[in-house]
């Protein structure tokens, strides 16, 4: 009998070994399948940008990035950003916060718009605003009677950024802000404390990881935006054409170092975006763990 049990046990812990042995493969498997992938059609292209970015040296380069059309798509780029992602802000913490604390009718129909440019084009969003806005259209006449311009301006390419980017804060707070439950907040009214002081001294501190990362996210994609932007910026260079517009401009233009040149800052921008969360992951991994386990 103690044979048996012995050849049993030793079976059991050859099994075991073979089976570690083989979830330790597969995991290789898998790991060198995502890093072949992500070095093929990421880190390859990446590359590519700054190697062109810098193939004439470093005085073309600079020279690309100092041109008056450059600095004024670069600046047109930050005010949009500028205004873009605080009104993101703003709707995605109050967005999260009527979802995740209250029940009311037609809280589905409001997760489904908020998910809406997730599942439409960019382009297509930007006809939208032309329909609305446009020359044919009821309120694009009664605007521009009043002086206020709303296509080929800073408004219209405010408003389409703004479309195709403000999921991004509320959908990184909603599940967040519902794990988390009502029980803090309530605690702090029965405590005496009013519904503002209730959201900054306790739900504030609580999501603010998540609002970090959706703002971050945010402000990538407000400033790499192309498709909705280019429907109704009109590119006029110099004025109304932002970054990734330029881009186009140029290597149309066949000015190949102007284009990856500022084609760089966009990717040195998602660089610095990765970077940031990355860190913010390693330095406050507990606190963000705790506020998510909340």
Aim: hydrophobic share 55%; glycine share 8%.
């Amino acid at each position: 009998m103690a044979e048996i049990i012995e050849t049993s046990s030793s079976r059991a812990r050859e099994n075991r070994a073979s089976a570690i042995n083989e979830s330790r493969a597969t995991r290789w498997v898998l790991m060198a399948l995502a890093f072949g992938f992500l070095a093929i059609f990421l880190l390859s292209p990446l590359v590519l940008v700054f190697a062109e970015a810098f193939k004439r040296g470093i005085e073309p380069y600079t020279e690309a990035l100092v041109d008056r059309d450059t600095v004024a798509a670069i600046r047109l780029t930050l005010l949009v950003a500028a205004i873009s992602v605080p009104l993101n802000l703003v709707f995605g913490v109050a967005a999260a916060w009527a979802i995740a604390k209250f029940e009311f009718k037609g809280k589905a129909f409001l997760i489904t718009l908020i998910d809406l440019p997730f599942s439409v084009s960019p382009v297509i969003s930007g006809l939208v605003y032309v329909l609305l806005f446009g020359a044919s259209s009821v309120l694009g006449p009664w605007l521009k009677s009043y002086g206020i311009e709303i296509l080929f301006a800073v408004p219209g390419i405010v408003l389409a950024t703004v479309f195709v980017t403000f999921p991004f804060v509320a959908r990184e707070l909603i599940p967040l802000m519902q794990e988390q439950g009502t029980g803090d907040e309530e605690a702090a009214l029965s405590l005496g404390a009013n519904g503002w002081q209730a959201f900054w001294y306790v739900t504030l501190p609580n999501i603010k990881w998540g609002l970090l990362y959706g703002v971050l996210l945010c402000n990538a994609r407000a400033m790499g935006e192309f498709g909705a932007v280019s429907v109704v910026s009109g590119h006029i260079r110099g004025l109304t054409n932002t970054m990734p517009l330029h881009v186009e401009i140029l290597y149309n233009e066949y000015n190949a170092v102007g284009a990856f040149a500022v084609a760089s800052l966009l990717a040195g921008l998602a660089l610095v975006t990765l970077v940031l969360k990355t860190i913010l992951e390693i330095r406050f991994g507990h606190a963000i763990a705790g506020s998510r386990g909340h």
